[in-house]
């Protein structure tokens, strides 16, 4: 038996068959045309769809989870990604659903990118055995999850923990979702990029304009490249500390493509963390890097599609044997 997971984002479109101890046995990935009609987004799905098929594993599918950018509707099984303006309010299950080589009977469960994140972190990542957490996604969006009390909180829509799209800065630029100051709009892997490339940086030679490059700069000193990290870290912490006063947390986990700056984002958000993480049951909160790295989204839609197709429920994902 093997578990089918897709993660959808604003960069790639990553596919895996996942076997009962969280293994990936398969892999797939696409470019997102995230410029492009719904249809030629789906064209990418179902191109690493068709991959996984290949796979001789393929045969023992039980079950398949989406993790996609948010918002999403679970209820509706639509997605309307805030960094893919192609698809708005887009049936993505049921088209998955209809898939020509997706087994008969195969039900599709959708997750918010990040919640999958949280689900797979608490099982067998950085947050396993922790009761309050906060999963991030930094990529080219942000988002997050929440383990609360021991269990995932989706929320009824599937999109609580959405922190990417707290304000921040009531002056700050509009965001794509439509408000003023988000936290992706400073700390996101484009924000980055944009602001480090508007303060007059240059990408090493080679290296397109990337957040990546950026931490390439930060890491040799230029001033530009480490004020955008900055810049980010603020925003994060800003943000981290406000979701820390409303609900209690033990632990904050980051992942996403952004991460894997390492102590170039890690460190300022956390000397950030000083001025926004004030009231004593807010400070000294740990902030750790997620344990999956760049395999949660798709590890934790695995889980939360097997934990409903053995009766459990999506909030008490996974089902997996540990």
Avoid at 150 to 168: D, E, F, K, R, Y
Avoid at 172 to 183: D, T, Y
Avoid at 288 to 302: E, H, S, T
């Amino acid at each position: 038996m093997v578990y089918g997971a897709l993660d959808i984002g604003g960069t790639k479109i990553s596919g895996a068959l996942v076997d009962a101890d969280g293994r990936l046995v398969a892999r797939a990935q696409r470019a997102t045309p995230a410029r492009e009609s719904g249809e030629v987004l789906m064209g990418a799905v179902s191109a690493v769809l068709d991959e996984l098929a290949r796979s001789p594993r393929w045969p023992a599918l039980s079950c398949m989870g989406i993790a996609s950018a948010g918002p999403v509707d679970t209820v509706a099984g639509t997605v309307s990604p805030v960094n893919i303006p192609g698809w708005r309010g887009y049936p993505l299950v049921e088209r998955v659903r209809e898939h020509p080589c997706l087994p008969v009977g195969t039900k599709p469960l959708l997750v918010g990118d990040a919640v999958a994140m949280a689900a797979a972190e608490h099982w067998a990542g950085a947050a396993r055995g922790v009761d309050n957490a906060l999963c991030m996604v930094v990529s080219t969006g942000v988002g997050g999850g929440l383990i609360l009390n021991g269990a995932l909180h989706a929320g009824s829509s599937g999109n609580a923990g959405h922190i990417g799209h707290i304000t921040v800065d009531l002056e700050g630029p509009l965001c794509p979702c439509g408000a003023r100051g988000c936290v992706e709009g400073f700390a996101s892997g484009t924000a980055i990029a944009a602001h480090a490339l508007a303060a007059g940086w240059v990408p090493p030679p080679g290296l397109a304009p990337t957040a990546a490059a950026v931490d390439v700069s930060a890491r040799a000193g230029d001033s530009r490249a480490l004020a955008a990290y900055d810049r980010a870290g603020r925003a994060l912490a800003a943000a981290i500390a406000a979701t820390i006063a409303l609900v209690e947390l033990d632990l904050v986990v980051i992942g996403g493509g952004v991460s894997q700056a390492g102590d170039t984002l890690f460190g300022p958000l956390r000397r950030r963390m000083d001025e926004y993480a004030v009231l004593d049951f807010t400070r000294n909160v740990p902030i750790v890097p997620a344990g999956l790295a760049l395999d949660a989204g798709l590890i934790g839609a695995a889980a939360a599609a097997a934990g409903r197709s053995r009766g459990g429920a999506v909030v008490r994902v996974p089902a997996l044997r540990a």
